[in-house]
């Protein structure tokens, strides 16, 4: 009598199942929520000036295909009118328009504030001049003993540094998983150690919450310098 095969373990069959579906998952999930997240801001911004573009091209100009509106162009418009604004503000007469419109504004209480934070945010992020965080870097906190990633900015000038005895320097703390929030922090100079990490490997990393490591050839080895 021959011996039949021996028969595999539900189990297995079950654990490949399971492999196959996560597997699916870590596929589709960021492929499905970045067309999804990506497709709602373009309808966001199409739908800033959509409304406007169609009623001008079907009462002042009498174009019948505005009826219908078509996604896209409201997107395009704005793009355009933030492409021309640059083209102006960049000539002569258009930087002499915009300081006046700037100065204008600055006359006008608490609306000056507002103006001023919005603008030195935007050219924070928005500058092609300059960059806002140049190296990532690793310091304790929030106590001895535990360690956090920032970004540090510069090194600290004016009446915080003249308040502290010893140099320090500033550094943007963010948080995990939305790495737009965070925190200004003053940190010792002596306690900053720079990461061999790009800024944008740095922000995989806090983002993942630390599941994702670039370059990790060893777990256990973390390549730093010191901050000049």
Sequence with gaps: ???????????????????????????LVPLVLTGYIIWNLFL?????????????????????FAKKQI???GFITLILVIG?????ARNYFG??????????????????????????????FFSTQREVFKKAVLFEYPRPGIYSIGFYTQDTRGPVQEALEEDVVS??????????????????????????????????????????????TDPNAVATESVE
């Design 95 to 124: 930087r002499k328009l915009v300081s006046l419109g700037e100065g204008l504004v600055q006359r006008i209480p608490f609306i000056n504030r507002v103006y001023s934070a919005i603008k030195q945010i935007s050219s924070a």
């Design 1 to 27: 009598m021959k011996e039949g095969k021996p028969l595999r373990p539900a189990g297995g069959i079950g654990r490949k199942v399971r492999g196959y579906f996560f597997t699916g998952l870590l596929v």
């Design 171 to 216: 550094v943007f703390l963010p948080t995990t998983p939305n790495p737009t929030s965070g925190f200004l922090l003053f940190v010792p100079k002596s306690g900053i150690t720079e990461l061999d990490l790009t800024i944008e490997e740095a922000l995989k990393l806090i983002i993942s919450g630390g599941a994702v490591v670039p370059n990790a």
């Design 84 to 88: 021309l604004t640059g083209l102006v």
């Design 44 to 64: 966001a911004i199409d739908g800033i000036l959509r409304e406007q573009v169609y009623d001008l091209l079907l009462d002042q100009f009498g174009f019948t």
């Design 71 to 73: 996604p896209g162009i």
